[in-house]
């Protein structure tokens, strides 16, 4: 008799194992990715090991120091240890050759958050592999993120109630949870829960070729994107680790097939969990919807399996939530086609028709006039709210559907005074306009630096493609107020961004056929205006032309939405 360990929280689906054909597919699945790139080098691999080694010295080397500076004996502060975890897609064994590795440092309790940014800062800049260091203690989950011997490293750091960190720690224990503050929970989060997603996968090889082709299925289909509104890499991971347990012994292929037939009919929203949802030693909060209203809302819930659990998919809207089920359902069709031999892998890594789809976008432009660092700042607070626009955007009576694009697109331009300045701002982010920014200088990686001197207009776009309803003529639509809302949330954030002479927040609306020359990849043809036959039915759906200055919603009249609603 067969005593097979039953992975989740239901019994498997089948346990049949693999056919001829269907394991002549894995291989070939297995050689797209590699065509796509998705495996590093040996050379790569063991560099990453070396780096590791390396590490995991220095955190030793971190609380030694920190122990004696702390008066501890010798022997006492060999002993209080250090250790380093890594989480993450090279913790899942699923990182390609450009991915950094995320590594979590735990010390004991001894050592506090400010040696890390101090001692350990320290010790990382006396290294000869170190080529860049950037601090950012004040992050949600603050961070030291550093260039080693040619590989990204994303450092965080945990702080335990223990005296000292054995070799032989690790993080399973909930109990290792007690008396932290909430930065250590959330930096100890990452590890504990991928480790835990590879225990609950019954075969983490099948795993995570799986997770590979999910991975850049979602990423060339344009829908892998926390910020915005779609499923991250845990999420993700976790999504592959349920059909898993529900095929224990199927193929990397036939799990991709099966992946997007469950997760199609999937009674949305119940939750996607790997193991029961554990009830913990902490006063912090679990998923719950019988409890909590806004865990209610969650429209795709996908749950973390380490205590304390929580959603993933979060910020997922209605409209996303289409877009990823329209997706779905194009990989079943696609798969099965692969499986009856008329398809082949490289037809479900195609690209995405973002750019091609829709009739109108939105082009919310965050652009600053100042440091590359407040550019950074100012361009990822937009961003982070922009999935907060489609909200509002998605609620209004004559939208079928608004779909934020997962990546922004980054430009930079050298002006003079503000009439230059404005003149880049008025023209960029449209096809028509862009011919008038031929004049000015676009600062680029390569002449960034002979550049530095001079004065820059950041520009980060983020598109949102509008599905409206053109049926309900004389329902005229209205972006004025969620735009309006939209610049105050940005505007308010803090004070500082209140100031329009260094960021400002334009949104324009933009028809398929005028969308800025950037969106198209060299070889893509660009869409062209169409002579419609359906001039008439469709003009209910035209906005007006005026440009509108971002005002009190009171002024706005209410008609149309705007063409250009400028902040
Ligand atoms: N802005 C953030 N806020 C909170 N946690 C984050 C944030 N960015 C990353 N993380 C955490 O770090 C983990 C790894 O993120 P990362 O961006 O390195 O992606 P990845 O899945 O490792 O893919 P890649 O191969 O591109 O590195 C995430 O799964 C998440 O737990
Ligand atoms: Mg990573
Ligand atoms: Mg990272």
New binding site residues.
Partial sequence: MNYQKVYGITGPVSTAGPTAAENKLNDELIQELKKESSFESEQEASNRIKVLKILQELAHEFVYRVSKKKNMSDGMAKDAGGKIFT??????G???P?????TLVVVPKHVMREDFFTVLDEILRSRPELEEIAPVPD???PIIKIKFSGI?I?L?CAKLDLAQIPQSLTLSDKNLLRNLDEKDL?AL??TR??DEILELVPKPIVFRIALRAI?LWANRRAIYA??FGFP???AW?MLVARICQLYPNATSAVILNRFFKILSEWKWPQPVVLKPIEDGPLQVRVWNPKIYAQDRSHRMPVITPAYPSMCATHNITESTKKVILQELENGISVTNDIFSNKKTWSDLFSKHNFFYKYKFYLTVMASTRGTDEENLKWSGMVESKVRLLVLKLEALPGIKLAHPFIKPFEAAFAYSDETECKEILDNYGSFKTEEQLSKYKRITEENGQEAKDEKKCYITTMYIGLDVNVEEKKEKIDIHVPCNEFFNLCRNFNEEYQNPDVYSLIIKYVKQYDLPSEVYEPGETRPVKKKSKRRKQDKSAEFSKKAKSEAPSGTSQGSSIAEATQA
């Fill in positions: 989480f993450g897609s090279y913790r899942l699923v990182h390609g450009g991915s950094d590795i995320d992050a949600f989950v990204s994303d965080i959330r989060n990452g829960v991928t991975k926390n910020v991250g890499g845990v991971a």
